[in-house]
């Protein structure tokens, strides 16, 4: 269901914030240089960022970006990068399944999925250092000074995999002035926040800084079952850093943190026809369940008669979980390192060195199916987790030449990165009776549906009814039934896989000042990328091998497809097999790219700034870290060649994009506004998909010839595309306004509108050698991206008034975000569709002199709107597929569909100190 302009439109138009101000826009801007002071509240102070790898007037910087300074992170609630979203309108930041692979998008664009595999499209950067995966940011981030997001590829001074954009946040530095600061939040959910910091000098040269932040609330989400509530918070971070400036020319700065996280996380619920009527009757039970009833669907059966209660399939945007009994989504996070850098000016020229090292571990249990029927799970273990060790150095020097014409940057970067995944994804306790169910329920034998006798068959007729049907075959049909019967607590022992990275690249950036009006930037990197990637399975899932051996050899027969098929893919979902146990994998790859950029700027005044650009972006291709992929289940891997001469399948390829952009931006001091119109067409598009059974990872790309809409039916084998006729598969396109206005000393608004058509191409395929599309992704072709609404505004109002003329001070900020239509899934299903919406948040307080005191009352999501992050497949929860339920409402048939909630209303009081 493609986003409606229209209705978009009609949201903003009658939205009492975009009456005011248009309401929509990026947050006060704000400094991103290292060495800046503080922005002045009059609106006249230079704002300066280091976008281009040097100390840049916002103004003069012909790139799109977004500066948000501390004070209106601290006004807007945000303590990690999700709660940018409310001053930043093109960017989007999620988490789902787990906080460990939150999702950031730019301009609609992002890597999607849990997989660890897929490297971020929007990269995170704190101080400098390049942090693995962008849910990394969803840590608590201490004491910051300002954060920059920039929009479009970063190919050059970014890197590779920042092919949507890049966010970088710079924390606040030591101060040779002794200072503290302190902080105690109380809100709804017993929420703690306790933050503070002290900074000054140890000597002459050398200042230190320490800050830290401790936090605890309960849980938005409630599990009745275990006496829990989930989605709780539970952590702290410290941050330690020592600056050394021993002379003018010289700063070394040190920097070392540690955050731990000891949460549960992340739960979801059904989603039914009250909060999407696309459900219909899909959550139904079918009564009788044989006929099998137009309004009614078959694993509702299956799914009551184990124990789930239906009541939970029909709480609209209630937050009362379904969870087996002793099921948990206990979750540890330790995340550390230490970063140093060093800048030193030798007089012509500048040098700067940026060392990290990072170390992240994050282990999530989880009830996998999210339901009361123990289908499947990860248990919580200190064996199953994934781990990034990380190395990067960075080096750059810039100065200029030629009188100052020319402004030059050279530089190299490289990293190594070692990552660990061990899983422990197990069928659970009542699996084999949900499989046998699933399956008779849902065609010819449901009249033998028996869910409380063994193989879900009715005692003594079962057997001999289908012994009747399928004769000779029967006994096999039986046992393998049996066998299914008995898949329970069978799966994962410990699935171990491992990827170390290696890349390096060189790079350059030059503004050529042809004129003092007129500059021309040329930037370009050569990136090398290298991958080596093993895995070593242990699985205990013999059942899977039984069915194989009893019934594989009957799959071909027609008579007797449908039921042998569903008995092995049942047995042997995601390749959950015996015969891996013990099996190890291995393989490499490599690949050398080039990125780069060309601007041509024009001050035709010196307030107002006029550009065209075009950028090369990257992002790095890899393996699916997913036995799955390996393979369909239906053969065994012996009969293939074993998983060796398979592993191929598990690479996917880089992603590429060309973008074009104009633009402009015009300030004055107390009025800045900026406009920038986009183009980017992305090859190979990374794309990870849920489909209620497997990940799939494709890389979506376009066929230049009509495909006549064999991409958009549910065969595998239609939809192919000449090799020379592939070309890109994804376009964004649109155009984005940032103003921000000072009318008085102490009254700010800002405001910004994004119009984004992120969608795919007409006719698609599923490689760049144009095999076809997975028939499970059919909705793509012609649509928008998910989480990619055509139209957002946000917008911010800040009023500090005078209280009289002791020193006291009031507080009056408010910020919104409004959202159009889009859909939630990766495939499109109608089913995901989130209507449009509009969030805000909003401070009053009163402070004293110099704001050495302050308290301050708040609410996040003021007006309690509820709406899903993320809609997806119930996993393996899907019914027979028959009319009525197919395409175009039902593209799933009879599948189930649950959510992944956004926050509810937050609120509380905050007291604050410093001197």
Not at 71 to 85: F, H, M, P, V, W
Not at 685 to 711: E, M, P, R, S, Y
Not at 888 to 906: C, D, K, M, V
Request: glycine residues 12%; aromatic residues 10%; neutral net charge.
């Amino acid at each position: 269901m493609k986003s409606s302009s229209l209705r978009a439109a009609r949201l903003l138009r009658t939205s009492a914030l975009g009456v005011s101000l248009a309401v929509a826009a990026v947050s006060a801007p704000a400094f991103a240089q290292d060495a800046a002071d503080t922005a002045a509240d009059d609106g006249n102070s230079d704002i300066v960022v280091t976008a281009q790898g040097r100390a840049q007037r916002l103004a003069d910087v012909p790139v799109a970006i977004s500066a948000v300074n501390a004070e209106t992170l601290q006004n807007s609630g945000a303590n990690d990068i999700r709660q940018l979203n409310q001053v930043a309108p093109s960017l989007l930041v999620s988490s789902t399944g787990s906080e460990a692979n939150g999702s950031a998008r730019i301009r609609g664009i992002g890597t999607v999925g849990d997989n660890p595999g897929l490297e971020s499209s929007v990269p995170v950067f704190i101080d400098g250092v390049y942090r693995s995966r962008s849910g990394i940011g969803l840590n608590e981030l201490g004491e910051i000074d300002r954060v920059e997001v920039q929009r479009g590829p970063q190919g050059t001074l970014g890197g590779r995999n920042s092919s949507a954009g890049l966010i970088s946040i710079y924390s606040k530095k030591p101060s040779f002035t002794f200072g503290a600061t302190g902080e105690v939040t109380y809100g709804n959910y017993d929420f703690w926040r306790l933050g503070g910091s002290v900074t000054g000098p140890l000597g002459d040269t050398l200042a230190a800084r320490i800050d830290g932040v401790w936090v605890k609330r309960d849980g938005f989400y409630r599990d009745t079952t275990n006496n829990t509530d989930v989605n709780d918070r539970n952590r702290y971070f410290l941050r330690g850093q020592l600056l050394f400036e021993p002379t003018d020319a010289l700063s070394i700065r040190l920097i070392a943190d540690y955050t731990y996280r000891d949460e549960k996380c992340c739960a979801a619920t059904y989603i039914d026809n009250s909060v999407n009527p696309y459900i219909g009757d899909l959550n139904n039970p079918s009564t009788p369940l044989t006929p099998l009833q137009p309004n009614g669907n078959n694993i509702i059966n299956v799914l009551r008669d184990l124990g789930q209660p239906l009541s939970a399939l029909n709480q609209g945007y209630g937050r009362a979980i379904s969870v087996s009994p002793g099921r948990s989504f206990a979750g540890e996070t330790k995340d550390y390192g230490f970063s140093g850098q060093i800048d030193y000016d030798f007089g012509g020229a500048t040098l700067t060195s940026i060392t990290g090292y990072r170390q992240y571990r994050s282990s999530q249990a989880s009830d996998t199916d999210y339901g009361s029927v123990d289908i499947l799970y990860r248990a919580p273990s200190d064996d199953a987790y994934r781990q990034f060790h990380t190395f990067t150095q960075e080096l750059r020097l810039n100065g200029e030449a030629f009188d100052g014409k020319l402004d030059w940057l050279i530089g190299g970067f490289y990293a190594n990165e070692k990552l660990t995944v061990r899983d422990n994804l197990r069928f659970g306790n009542q699996y084999g009776r949900f499989a046998t169910c699933r399956l008779i329920s849902g065609g010819g034998l449901a009249g033998l549906y028996s869910p409380t006798s063994p193989s879900c068959i009715i005692p003594g007729v079962g057997p001999a009814t289908i012994t009747g049907a399928f004769g000779a075959a029967a006994p096999a049909i039986l046992g393998a039934l049996t066998a299914l019967d008995g898949i329970n607590d069978r799966g994962s022992t410990n699935d171990r896989y491992f990827q170390n990275g290696t890349n390096w690249a060189l790079f350059t950036h030059n503004i050529i000042h042809i004129t003092d009006k007129l500059d021309l930037t040329l930037g370009a990197r050569y990136t090398n990328d290298k991958k080596k990637f093993s895995a070593t399975f242990g699985n205990d899932n013999t059942g899977c091998t039984t069915v194989q051996g009893l019934v594989g050899g009957f799959t071909g027969v027609p008579a007797l497809a449908a039921v042998t098929q569903g008995l092995i893919g049942l047995a042997c979902q995601g390749n959950s097999t015996a015969e891996l146990n013990g099996v190890s994998i291995r393989d490499k790859r490599s690949e050398d790219e080039w990125t780069g950029t060309a601007i041509l700027s024009y001050k035709p005044t010196d307030d107002l700034l006029l550009y065209a650009s075009f950028a090369r972006g990257y992002k790095a291709g890899g393996f699916n870290l997913d036995r799955s992929a390996l393979k369909p289940p239906l053969v065994t891997f012996a009969s293939v060649g074993g998983a060796q001469a398979l592993v191929g399948n598990l690479q996917f390829d880089p992603e590429k994009v060309d973008s074009y952009e104009l633009g402009a931006k015009y300030s004055t001091g107390p009025f800045s506004l900026g406009l920038s119109l986009f183009r980017s067409d992305f090859r190979n598009f990374q794309l990870n998909t849920f489909n209620g059974t497997v990940f799939l990872v494709q890389n979506i790309n376009g066929c230049k010839a009509d495909l006549g809409g064999a991409d958009r039916d549910t065969s595998a084998a239609t939809g192919a595309c000449a090799a020379d006729n592939v070309s890109w598969g994804v376009r964004a396109e649109g155009v984005e306004i940032e103003a921000s206005l000072v009318p008085a000393r102490n009254f700010r608004m800002a405001a910004g509108l994004t119009y984004a058509n992120t969608s795919y191409r007409n006719n698609l395929v599923g490689t760049r050698l144009g095999a076809p599309l997975d028939p499970a992704l059919r909705k793509l072709p012609g649509d928008n991206l998910s989480n990619a609404p055509e139209l957002v505004a946000t917008g911010s109002v800040t009023w500090t008034p005078e209280l009289g003329s002791s020193g006291l001070t009031g507080l009056v900020y408010i910020d919104g975000r409004m959202t159009s239509d889009y859909n939630t899934g990766s495939d499109l299903f109608p089913q995901k569709e989130q209507d449009g919406y509009a969030l805000f948040n909003a401070r009053v307080g009163i402070r004293g002199r110099d704001e050495k005191w302050g308290i301050e009352v708040w609410a996040q999501n003021l007006f309690n709107k509820q709406y899903a992050q993320v809609a997806f497949n119930s996993p393996f929860q899907a019914g027979t597929t028959a009319a009525p339920f197919v395409d175009p409402q039902y593209p799933g048939g009879r599948q189930i569909f649950s959510q992944f909630l956004a926050e509810p209303r937050t609120y509380g009081v905050t007291l604050r100190g410093k001197f």
